[in-house]
Each structure stands twice: as C-alpha cells, then as structure tokens.
C-alpha cells in the first residue's frame, strides 16, 4: 500500500538558518503530493502541494519540489522564523477508490530566537 | 466563518463506556472524515463519508461507528471504549475529490482519554 515517510524530529533551528525536512513517499500510480502544518493547539491546515512530478509547490516561503525519480517531497525554507514553529505533515493522495489523504508520522520544528 | 467545529474538545471516559464526538462543518462540504492522532504514527484514517447517506471504512475502523444523515454533520460513535482508542481525533471535510485538491479542512481536534 501507500506510505510516506518522514525524518523524524524535533528539528531544532535558529531563527533565520535554512530548514530542509525530508519526505519520501512509496505508492502505485500518481500520487499528489502535500504538506500540512499544524500549529500548537489547532487541526492541520494545507501549506503547499504538487499534483505531478517536477511541480514545486510554494506557499509562505515554504517550497517543495516532487521528485518522481527519488519519490520525494523534501520541504525547504530559506530563513525560519520563531512563527514557523509547528508540527509539519507530508501527506499523498490516493487517486482511485477510497479518496484519501496518506499521512506521514510528522515532523516537529522548533525555531528559537 | 465557523469552518470544521468538533465537539467536545476534551474527554475522559471509563473502559466500556459509549460516547459520541460530534463534528459539524458550514461549508455544504459533500466529503467528511474522521482521524485518530498518535505520537510517531501520524494521522490514520478511521472512516469517511462522500456524502449524505454514504459511509466507508478507513484504515483504522474498528470500535468506530459512523453515520451521516444530513450534508454537515459526520459524528464518530464509539460504543465500548477501550484504552487504545486514547488519542486525538480530528474530523476533516473536503469541497471536492481530496484526490484532487489535497485540501482538507480540519477541525481543532478531541483529545480522548479512556481509563
């Protein structure tokens, strides 16, 4: 079946150091492929996504790039700030039957000042 | 805007006992579903709903009931609690094939703990 994996955590940076979390994913067929966030004390929100290979997605100086060759969705992030702190999911798209998202275990960054 | 509303936020329960959590969302969203939030494990889905009157089995659906009688609300039964089923639950709902757009609205999450 579908699965993602993710480098486990916490990461813990400085704030404006360059963040890279690690993502590679196994699955039949076409996946999509995203990142969710989610902040201390609330549900999981969409951060960015990418429905074929070679699209990156960006979103709030979050990029990822989906990578067919290395089945991998590494998010990066040039300078991290403090409000950056949160857990960070990579998840993947079943196409066909059941519609559902495939999540990793997480990722939790801390950015200290 | 209220979004995704999960009720309630926090509960404590006995081996055995039956509760139900409650999930609403305002947005005519036609996909719901439930997940269960371990540490190191993710999120896993319990069961999920396409729209009124049509449920399915997730990853995880054993202890679980659900129903959907109406397009906004999706509530999760558990009928004889057991400590495994301690965990954080979130309901979800989608505008349109999450397949397609990924996006999923989440609600803040019910923190379970079965004693």
């Known amino acids: 079946g579908n699965s993602v994996t993710q480098m486990e955590g916490p990461v813990t940076l400085s704030e404006e150091a360059f963040l890279t979390i690690n993502c590679t994913y196994t699955a039949t067929g076409y996946p999509s492929l995203f990142w969710y966030v989610q902040y201390p004390g609330e549900g999981l929100q969409l951060l960015l996504k990418a429905t074929k290979a070679d699209d990156k997605g960006s979103n709030k100086g979050f990029e990822a790039t989906y990578r067919k060759e290395t089945t991998s969705f590494h998010l990066e992030k040039g300078s991290v700030q403090v409000s950056d702190s949160a857990v960070y999911f990579c998840a993947l798209s079943e196409n066909t039957g059941r519609r559902a998202l495939t999540f990793g275990s997480g990722t939790r960054l801390q950015v200290q000042p | 805007n209220a979004g995704v509303t999960q009720t309630p936020k926090f509960q404590v329960l006995k081996t055995g006992q039956s509760m139900t959590l409650q999930c609403a969302q305002d947005m005519n969203h036609e996909y719901m579903s439930w997940y269960r939030q371990d540490p190191g494990m993710g999120l896993r889905l319990i069961h999920y709903s396409v729209g009124a009157g049509i449920t399915d089995q997730g990853e995880v659906p054993n202890g679980y009931n659900v129903s959907r009688s109406t397009t906004e609300d999706f509530p999760l039964r558990l009928l004889s609690a057991a400590p495994s089923q301690t965990s954080v639950y979130f309901c979800?709902?989608?505008?349109?094939?999450?397949?397609?757009?990924?996006?999923?609205?989440f609600g803040e999450g019910s923190r379970l703990t079965v004693l």
């Open positions: 979800a709902s989608s505008y349109g094939s999450v397949a397609n757009t990924g996006e999923l609205f």
